[in-house]
């Protein structure tokens, strides 16, 4: 299945790419094909609706904002383009009116008190983020019924789409889902894959997906990745420069901009610590997702929850280890893309699916991917950076206090941002040849995280979620 770099690197907003961005989406959805079926007058014509949560979206929903996303996608607003400085002004009214307008419909009845319900029962059948929107004619008669599955990264699918990819996956489909107008001219589904076309073209891994973008049409691809990482590069600046206690009740003090200052202090005065490289790969991570915390503006890679990873390496490589070239920035970006949609097509980049082995371990997978790859690393030595970084990921849990991605998650980013500088060093001193295939690591993280206990995946029943100090 081709994933685009675009699907990996997306514009969002925090705290949670699968908890937030995706049940918007999944509302805005839910709409339009209410459209689509719905009589424009007479009867049969929708008059309400109603959502459940189920599963992980139900157990960590209100730490994740779940509840908000689904207001918001309901009124209107998308994960690119809302402003979150107006989003509580939006809720209090819906909150008034318990009544959405959406355009093309009749105004549909919907009190955000009783209409959204969290479900803490069984998960639905197919994924740990399901949820179910119905609507309903004037006399309370079901009209729709959809559920959607909100699979990582803001990827939503409708249940019949899920098992469409899931059996397609089954029987090895040829053309990874592609249509046969965008067929990839490299469409590499695992790692040996990759390497193979790679030996065979003597393109690399950044060459070769370049190709593939191209041919499903991304034409303005240079402007459009340089535009991620000016945003990336934002969203840290936004980070360093941002104090207080971030929102959810935990109390949880912002800390990139005073040690972020205290940086720059020792460096004027000469007084740097001989750890310092990592201090500064932490903080910028750490900027990013204090960020994602407060509901801010943030490219997800390849989720809200892993997305101080992949910007911290860049940053960290531009501005301390002698500089990238937009040119660089761009192959970075695109090889680490390349491996997030080998990691996600055979395994998952879900929390709640997987565990934080597939979010922070995925992310650090890809930025220890990229950063190989601008330092003249060959494509074997890139597939082994990525692996060793996922490899010292694996059996991670995703166990956030009070549903918050705060507590383990900031600090989880900056280690895996160290971590991948470390995989690309030690992939750089080899040849490549290594004992663990990518392709088998990945493998090892899918049963991992098929036999992970519940508990220890983003629902909040386990691990660092429940063991705290005691107020």
């Known amino acids: 299945m081709f994933i685009s770099v675009f699907d990996i690197f997306k514009r969002g907003i925090g705290p949670s790419s699968s908890h937030t961005m995706g049940p918007m989406v999944a509302s805005a959805r839910f709409l339009d094909e209410l459209r689509a079926c719905a009589p424009t007058n007479g009867a049969g014509q929708p008059a309400s609706l109603r959502v459940s949560l189920h599963g992980s979206l139900a157990f960590t929903g209100r730490g994740h904002a779940t509840d908000r996303s689904v207001f918001l996608g309901l009124l209107g607003e998308t994960p690119e383009t809302m402003d979150p400085d107006r989003a509580d002004g939006l809720i209090d009214k819906l909150r008034l009116s318990r009544a959405i307008c959406p355009p093309g419909l009749p105004q549909l009845n919907f009190d955000p008190e009783t209409d959204l319900i969290f479900d803490y029962g069984p998960a639905l059948q197919h994924h740990a983020n399901g949820m179910m929107f119905r609507s309903f004619d004037a006399y309370g008669n079901p009209l729709l019924s959809q559920i959607y599955y909100s699979v990582g990264g803001g990827f939503v699918m409708t249940e019949a789409e899920f098992l469409a990819e899931r059996n397609s996956k089954e029987v090895g489909a040829p053309l990874h889902g592609l249509k046969a107008e965008h067929r990839q001219p490299y469409p590499f589904g695992t790692a040996h894959e990759m390497l193979e076309m790679g030996k065979d073209s003597g393109l690399s891994i950044a060459c070769m997906k370049r190709a593939n973008e191209e041919a499903a049409g991304h034409d303005a691809l240079d402007s459009e990745l340089d535009r991620l990482a000016d945003s990336m590069n934002a969203c840290i600046d936004r980070g360093l420069s941002a104090e207080g206690i971030l ?31 990592t201090e500064w790969i932490s903080v910028y991570a750490m900027a990013v997702n204090e960020e994602n915390a407060a509901g801010g503006r943030l490219i997800t890679a390849p989720t809200n929850g892993a997305a101080g990873t992949v910007p911290a390496v860049m940053r960290y490589w531009q501005a301390h280890g002698g500089g990238m070239s937009d040119a660089a920035r761009r192959d970075f970006l695109l090889t680490a893309a390349a491996l997030a949609g080998i990691i996600k097509d055979n395994a998952s980049i ?11 371990g995925s992310a650090s997978s890809m930025a220890a991917a990229g950063l190989c790859a601008v330092l003249g690393g060959t494509n074997a030595q890139i597939e082994n950076a990525a692996e060793i970084a996922l490899e010292h990921h694996l059996g991670m849990t995703c166990d956030p206090a009070a549903g918050l991605v705060q507590v383990p998650c900031i600090e989880r980013n900056a280690l ?56």
């Open 247 to 277: 929102p959810g009740g935990l109390q949880v003090k912002r800390r990139a901009k005073a040690i972020h200052d205290a940086l720059e202090t020792e460096h004027v005065s000469n007084r740097q610590s001989p750890h310092i490289a």
């Open 350 to 360: 879900s929390g709640a699916e997987v565990g934080c082995q597939g979010e922070v």
């Open 416 to 471: 895996g941002a160290i971590k991948a500088v470390s995989a690309a060093a030690l992939a750089l001193r080899g040849d490549g040849n290594h004992f663990m295939p990518l392709d088998n690591c990945i493998e090892v993280m899918r049963q991992t995280g098929k036999d992970m206990s519940t508990k220890y995946k983003e629902t909040s029943t386990g691990g660092i979620a429940v063991n705290l100090p005691e107020c």
